[in-house]
């Protein structure tokens, strides 16, 4: 058996179990035994029946008294079975399984964990995990992995198919770290780590076992952005800057720049200025001038003679960005042109043509722009918005359209430090930390349905003064496995019942994007009192009149979503407010909206979202070409990052391009983790 064996060649592992696997992500061996479990349970220790604890789940030895006895109540086969272990008796209860009769053994010993209860003076364990008493148990008398499998699969059958194919793969597990690593950071061997991440010897073995795996899968990361960083920074720059006078575009903006954003195009021209190329990302919360930022440099470059180009995630940011950067530089002089897939032919073939010739001096768009028809004249700078919502290979694919062009990236979703290393290790890091003067803070609320109609009637009365609303739903489609509000059966209830009065429409990604794009603009004259939408209006959308979002189900939101949204209102001078809707009552959630009605700064909220999620998808959406963090917890884990990252820093400046013999295999490592399209980072 070898790691990039199909699961299927695993013992116990049949056609139907080898599907389930596929739908969790498990295609090979290696993907088997790399799926590392989510928590632990502690069974290593037994309990005495005349010790054991009433309402808590417990761990005990027992042996069968009697041949089990099944029974009929209603609809229910219950089967019954006396167990004893010399201190006492507690009698097991197993429902719907009528088989357990002839499974359970008189007079043989086995390992019992479960919750009891004591129900007409006898102690009872309803339903219990059991198997034969074993030193060698997977289930039993160990501290036993926890894993996330669908609900057809029981955790019994993945610690078996995991434990085969460590088995049957265990000479394949080398190891492929340097060996002055593993000394320096006192790292155990892989093969060692393996096994222990998922059936540790001991609570040391298990502690030993997970910090070697998160170090190296942080180290393989940070190895790779720096080469990435490595192939950009210090390259010198083929383009000239002559001209830095940028006031006649200050002027034309309307307002005066904050010191924030004033310090960021200091930072900027420091970059053009050295005469390497640029690779810098801005890192600014909701409303804090980023564009104009963006459009200042942008300027510069067309007036030294280049072309700028920016791309947005969606039609309708690209549009909104087309309408508000032409307005300035057409007045300026300067040409622009709009590209993206809902073009006519016509449109897209003129756009094509001005763009290739140098007509077009300032292109926005979307996805469009890295398309093989498009061809550059003499492209000086390549703008990417909300970069979380690109790959890191459709940025690279957008500068290769260019000699060597300057790259800027933009993202409104504020990003914990350490996590903006590992994220943008390949780029400098451009913060601003300010919003303009006259932003009003956003009141936010979190309440349950029961407001529904105090909602309602608070929506109402603010149309009457002429404001707008947003309502985000989580689905577009009803769906009857679920109770979440679904956009289009939810608009159809305003319409018809709610505000019949008002003018209500929706808007959502699985619609053409014209339609999108009409929406929208209807929104922005004012034609459209409320808006019903998805997380399609999450980045960018700018009306200043709506001063109102209600965000249905908020707990299917991360923070940094939920920050993202509220950040569609609050952009006029009206007061504005954003009401968080959900019923739920776990733990996470409710700390998740109280901390959204607590703050408006952007990187507090981000930093508690990746506290909540730890490695869960920070972002809501996933980030391309890079590799899924199985196990690294980037909030608990920031002392081992801090490591990987030190190791990884003196790796690069000794053998960049890893060609020394001790370091050959973690490149070989590495190269497969990158090449591996279909995986993607999950935070």
Known sequence: MELQDSIDVVKNIGLSRAKQLNKMGIATVEDLIEYFPRSYEDRSRFTSIDNINIGEVNNFKAKVFAKPESMRARALTIVKARLYDGSGYI???????????????????????????????????????????SQNSLNTGRIVPVYTVPSKMSQKTIRGCVKNAIDGVCREINEFMPENILKERRLCCRSYAVNNIHFPESDDAFFRARRRLVFEELLMLQMHLLQLKGNVTGKKSSIGIKDYDASPLLAALGFELTKAQENVIGELFCDLRNGTVMNRLIQGDVGSGKTAVAMTLAYVLIKNGYQAVLMAPTDVLANQHYKNISRIFEALGIKCALLTSALKRREKNDAYENIAKGEAQMIIGTHALIQEAVAYHNLGLVITDEQHRFGVRQREELAMKGKDPHVLVMTATPIPRTLALILYGDMDISIIDALPPGRKKIDTFAVDHNYSKRLYAFVKKEIAKGRQAYIICPMIEEDDKSELKSVLAYTCELKEKIFPELRVECIHGKMKNEEKQEIMSLFEKGNIDVLVATTVIEVGIDVPNASVMII?????????????????????????????????KNKTSVERLKTMCRTNDG?????????????????????????????????????????????????????EKLKKTENKLLKIRISQLFERKIKKICL
């Open 552 to 584: 249905e189900n908020a707990e299917r939101f991360g923070l940094s979503a939920l920050h993202q949204l509220r950040g569609r209102v609050g952009r006029g001078s009206e007061k504005s407010y954003c009401i968080l809707v959900s019923d739920a």
């Open 91 to 133: 009698e097991g209860v197993w429902y719907n399984q009528p088989y357990m009769k002839n499974v359970l053994i008189p007079g043989k010993e086995y390992v019992f964990t479960g919750k009891v209860t004591e129900k007409f003076g006898r102690l009872q364990v309803e339903n219990p995990d059991f198997e034969p008493f």
């Open 603 to 655: 990187f507090v909220i981000s930093e508690k979202d990746l506290e909540l999620r730890g490695p869960g998808d920070f972002f809501g959406t996933r980030q391309h070409g890079l590799p899924e963090m199985k196990i690294a917890n980037l909030y608990k884990d920031i002392d081992i990052l801090k490591e990987a990252q030190q190791s990884a820093i003196s790796l690069y400046k000794t053998d």
